[in-house]
């Protein structure tokens, strides 16, 4: 499969157009959200979670009569819902009845570095294994699972291998609120019904298709009676998704990494590639929720930005209750250990006319067999992630959730105005994050871009843990 690799190597890109895609139109708008289905326990002792994973192509109909393969978990995109609780141990079988080989990599979960899916990890195409490890206490949080195998994530998540997952606390202050989970994804289809692969741009910008989808649907129509905690994923290649409700204030309780301290009213929630949020929604009216233009600097003869109606929402007044005041008490991470430096740049090539970018961090690509920075196990660290590019970028690490400590601008201190527990957090053009950051357990760890073309075109790099 490496011989094939269109994108093997980072200077040269095989020019591929893209062929005609199908209408905006055409896709049939307005059912009602399909709820996500639950992968079952096949498992009796309580505490235990066992289930099976299948990788596979399928064919589905996006449009009805019109044939579309993609590849799914269990036949599901987005894969099945994997709802577990905090303390229970986790075994599942990934089978691959992919042609390439494949990962399933636990975005945001604290699991051990031989089970986290690494690239490099692979399980070969006809094979499987499992994956097991346990939720320790406090890991209650919004979290996904997706394919993270060597080159071939993007297109493994663009043909729809991605499903979320949520870790539950028995002690859930919120517990009792009706949950919507919305999935976005985004699919790019030719007018022939398949599922366009990448053209040079897409490569350079990140990967864009047409249409947004919630929890496989577009636009589809929500009802909330009363309030309801909405948990919601980014799963999508490399849009960024600045939601709104039509202007209307709502909460925010939790980051990818669970609950907030305080629920803080908002009326926007950038969500980059990769991150997730909950928030509370009430209200008496009908909204749509919305992408809101967002400029992440694409290159190129890119379109400009544009606001995309995602869902609309029919808020129906019903039983508010107050929001507990406190929801649960962060504590901040004092660093002690050593600083690192993190710096995404673009580097520009001109060949044949045509102009490429590689990314790159710390001026490098990656390189399975480097290792790039060094941490200690249990110490808390600090992180200068530096975005010296004219794109966003979002950057994500492995293996555990970190802080924000600070954010600068352009020389300026850009206030970060609470805590929370993150594994995703975008960088715009020439802002400098620091985070801070402890590893609970020792091996190699991936921190990288998460606009996933990024990621498999080297803007990734290995932390040892030791
Ligand atoms: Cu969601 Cu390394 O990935
Ligand atoms: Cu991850
Ligand atoms: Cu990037």
């Not at 009805?64 to 599901?76: I, K, R």
Request: charged fraction near 15%; aromatic fraction near 6%.
């Amino acid at each position: 499969w490496a011989a094939e690799d269109p994108h093997a190597g980072h200077m040269t890109m095989a020019t591929t157009e893209t062929p005609p895609l199908l209408p905006v139109g055409d896709l049939p708008t307005g059912r009602a959200l399909p709820a996500l289905q639950k992968l079952k326990n096949q498992s009796n002792p309580a505490g235990q979670f066992q289930a099976t994973l299948t990788a596979a192509p399928r064919t589905v109909q996006f449009k009805p009569g019109l044939d579309t393969v993609v590849w799914a978990y269990n036949g599901q995109t987005p894969g099945p819902l994997i709802e577990i609780y905090e303390g229970d141990v986790l075994e599942i079988r990934l089978v691959n009845q992919l042609a390439q080989p494949t990962t399933i990599h636990w975005h945001g979960l604290p699991v051990p570095p031989s089970q986290d899916g690494n690239p490099g990890d692979e399980v070969a195409p006809g094979a499987e294994r499992t994956y097991r490890f346990a939720l320790p206490a406090g890991s209650a949080g919004t979290y996904w699972y997706h394919p993270h195998p060597h080159g071939h994530t993007a297109e493994q998540a663009f043909m729809g291998l991605a499903g979320p997952l949520i870790v539950r606390s028995r002690l859930d202050p919120l517990a009792g609120m009706p949950e919507q989970h919305l999935v976005f994804s985004d699919l790019k289809l030719g007018a022939d019904g398949k599922v366009v692969g990448n053209n040079d741009m897409d490569w350079m910008n990140g990967r864009e298709g047409q249409f947004v989808l919630v929890n496989g649907a577009l636009q589809p129509v929500i009802t909330a009676d009363g309030m309801q905690r909405w948990r919601l994923w980014n799963m999508c290649n490399a849009r960024y998704l600045n939601l709104s409700l039509g202007g209307q204030p709502f909460r925010l309780v939790g980051t990818d990494g669970g609950l907030l301290e305080h629920a803080r009213a908002i009326t926007q929630l950038l969500l980059a590639p990769g991150e997730r949020a909950e928030i509370v929604v009430m209200g008496n009216s009908e909204v749509s929720l919305q992408a809101l233009a967002y400029d992440r600097g694409m290159m190129g003869d890119a379109p400009p930005p544009q606001t995309l109606t995602l869902a609309k929402v029919t808020l129906s007044g019903g039983a508010t209750r107050p929001i507990p005041s406190h929801l649960r008490q962060i504590t901040p991470l004092s660093p002690g250990g050593a600083q690192k430096r993190v710096v995404f740049s673009e580097q520009m090539n001109m060949a044949g006319g045509v102009h490429s970018m590689t990314p790159l961090v710390n001026g490098k690509s990656y390189d399975m067999n480097r290792v790039d920075l060094v941490s200690q196990r249990g110490v808390v660290e600090a992180w200068s992630l530096v975005n010296d590019s004219d794109m966003d970028h979002p950057f994500h690490l492995h293996g555990t959730q970190f802080q924000i400590a600070s954010r600068t601008r352009n020389g300026q201190t850009v206030p970060e105005p609470f805590l929370a527990w993150r594994d995703t957090i975008n960088l715009r053009p020439n802002e400098t994050v620091v985070i801070h950051v402890v590893q609970p357990q020792a091996g190699p760890r991936m921190f990288h871009c998460h606009i996933l073309e990024h990621e498999d075109r080297g803007m990734m790099g290995i932390l040892s843990v030791v």
